[in-house]
């Protein structure tokens, strides 16, 4: 593990897009400015270079309740907003991480063929500085909005999951807890990644803690009031998941949310 190096979370305002042919516009081409910023900014830091970028939940696709033209948001997300991973979205994000020899994370709605095109999941996934998508996991507790649930969980096709996921993007071949949390191992320590609402059980945390998971990744979408007194629930489960674990983590909030409608 490297001894010390900085991490940038891109705490940045998402438009809830209706279709993905919006991502670029409505989002990433903003992700991409931020990252080109930030990198700039951190390099005058030679004692601790930039080595991880974290953006937050869903920064590509953002959120949207709007079901239309479909029954309700899950059929929506399957056929309209969630994108292959890796992708040509991920793509434009892998030169960024080769340009500034750095490790970035988010998390997007994708759909994995394998599985079914059918419904998405919410992935969270990392890229490494030669531009490869080496982790993907997905979120096992789900967004249920008005319009409905956004995806499923690996728990909803578990044994399905497991025969194409096993092995794959840090998985350890046969290991059921690392089918579900993995932890990939990299020259900036081992590494885990936690979606949202998921940081808020601790036997998630757990279960990276138990496998040495050095750095946990937590994006969110969360909305306010629950981030501020009195109930400050993310610094308070993120405190408490870095302390009972051993571990830091690395936990990137989004800002403003803006929904097309």
């Not at 910023?37 to 959120?63: D, H, N, T």
């Not at 096709?157 to 932890?183: A, H, N, Q």
């Not at 308070?236 to 403003?256: L, Q, W």
């Amino acid at each position: 593990m490297t001894d010390l190096y900085t991490t940038v979370c891109m705490q940045m305002n998402r438009t809830g897009i209706l279709h993905k042919k919006e991502i670029r516009k409505a989002n990433l081409d903003r992700c991409l400015e931020l990252f080109g910023y930030g990198a700039l900014r951190i390099s005058f830091r030679e004692y601790a270079p930039l080595k991880l970028v974290v953006f937050p939940e869903v920064f590509m696709q953002g959120w949207n309740d709007d079901p239309a033209p479909y029954p309700n948001l899950f059929v929506k997300m399957a056929k309209d907003l969630a994108i292959r991973i890796p992708g040509e979205e991920t793509d434009l994000l892998a030169e960024q991480a080769k340009k500034y020899n750095t490790y970035i994370a988010g998390t997007a709605h994708e759909v994995i063929p394998e599985l079914s095109t059918e419904y998405a999941l919410n992935c969270g996934f990392i890229i490494d500085p030669k531009g490869e998508v080496i982790y993907k996991r997905h979120k096992y507790c789900v967004y249920l909005p008005y319009s409905g649930r956004d995806g499923v969980s690996p728990h909803d096709i578990w044994d399905k999951y497991i025969e194409v996921m096993d092995g794959t993007y840090g998985r350890k071949k046969g290991d059921i807890l690392s089918c579900m949390f993995p932890v990939i191992e990299t020259d900036i320590g081992k590494l885990g990644y936690l979606i949202c609402n998921e940081g808020f059980y601790a036997e998630h945390g757990r279960a990276f803690g138990i496998q040495g998971c050095e750095v946990m990744i937590r994006s969110s979408g969360m909305a306010e009031p629950d981030g501020s007194p009195p109930q400050q629930l993310w610094e308070i489960s993120n405190r408490a998941h870095a302390a009972f674990n051993t571990m830091y983590v690395v936990a990137c909030a989004p800002g403003f949310l803006y929904v097309k409608g």
